[in-house]
């Protein structure tokens, strides 16, 4: 009896351990992504890591440095900037809402306090449109890609700096969720976004390199020769998961939103080079 | 020789089986129970989606079974509504096996 006590107390005291072990923080969690990275990968530099798979496909990286000399984003910044500067119908401006912009990217996504969810960019834009009576863009294709394209530009170089207020327990919940988001296996073929993005990133997938997760969101909006235009990071999410043969999400829906939370917070100290181009 | 004939008539009953089986699957299939299946099948998918475990190609399946059912052919239609149900139980399954949150092994916290 007093043997199957101790083995009990044994296994209580154990498990409260493996319990504790796997409580987190966000900042262990950083430090943990950002280690593995380093670990993999050990001749690229951190702040390469902006360039997705072209930080460790030379082959891959020369092309795209091709590409890169005639970007073919470009006419989509141009088109943001009018967009940007073009009066609504009452006369206020994107700039009426964001005082600070159009190097605003650095800001997204941001917990909202007052409607207690993650703040995107896209969801931001839309919002000070229906504030001023206009209608919101779609959150994949479209217009919604020329005026992030702007912004993206503009604010290339700021350093991916998201917060999680510790004030506020539902954000840390939303970052949680994200998190849980990205290591659960989903779809027909049972596949997490860690899996190719972390477990096996460099690793060859068909014809493609899979690039890793650190720096994933510092160049979008991403012109896509696939897509053959420009596309948000909710259209890329999309894409992964119908990839694994998973029902996608809503873009801009709290899942996906609370992936963008997490994910972006991974990338924490890297510096924004959006708008990017891909395969 | 005798090896021969052994193989000829094992293969002759082999179709002649699947035949029945295919005649017999078609009898009892009718509209109603292949109805009732398709109805299985997205009940299944709502509780995968319910649980954000919805596979990518469920929907597609029953909406196919929905047009092939109009069509009159039932076999097809069942086998599919089938597979889609299957597909909808195995979708719930795996967004509950992935409830609790493991962190893998290869990221090393200190």
Known sequence: ?279 | MQKKLLLIFSLLIGILCSGIATTSLAEDTSAAKVQKLIEAADAARKQAAGVGGEWRDTGKMIKKAKTLMEKGDLVKAAKLANKAAKQGHLGYEQAMSQKTLTMPSYLHYE
């Open chain 1, 1 to 279: 009896m007093k043997q199957l006590f101790r083995q009990m107390t044994l296994m209580v005291i154990t498990c409260g351990f493996i319990t504790a072990a796997q409580a987190t923080t966000p900042e262990e969690d950083l430090a943990a992504f950002q280690k593995f990275y380093k670990k993999r990968f050990p001749n690229v530099e951190t702040s390469d890591f902006v360039n997705g798979a072209y930080s460790i496909d030379p082959v891959g990286r020369e092309n795209w440095e091709a590409i890169e000399e005639f970007p073919p984003y470009e006419p989509f910044i141009d088109e943001g900037q009018a967009m940007w500067e073009k009066p609504f119908a009452n006369g206020k401006t994107y700039k009426d809402c964001f005082p600070d912009g159009p190097a605003i990217a650095g800001k997204y996504p941001q917990w909202d306090k007052e409607k207690g969810m993650v703040m995107t960019l896209p969801l931001a834009l839309n919002n000070c449109r229906e504030a001023n009576g206009e209608k919101p863009m779609k959150y994949k294709k479209g217009s919604i890609n020329s005026i992030l394209s702007y912004i993206s530009f503009e604010s290339r170089g700021q350093i991916t700096n998201v917060e999680i207020p510790s004030d506020d327990p539902a954000a840390l919940q939303a970052y949680e969720d994200g998190k849980k988001f990205y290591y659960s296996r989903r779809g027909q073929l049972n596949f997490s976004c860690a899996h190719c993005h972390l477990q096996n990133a460099g690793m060859i997938l068909r014809t493609e390199t899979l690039g890793p997760a650190l720096g994933h969101t510092t160049h979008f909006p991403v012109y896509r020769s696939k897509w053959g235009t420009v596309g948000t990071l909710h259209r890329r999410f999309t894409g992964c998961n119908k990839q694994v043969r998973a029902k996608p999400f809503k873009a801009q829906g709290e899942e996906y939103r609370n992936l963008e939370y997490f994910l972006t917070y991974m990338s924490n100290g890297l510096p924004l080079n959006g708008p990017g181009a891909r395969k």
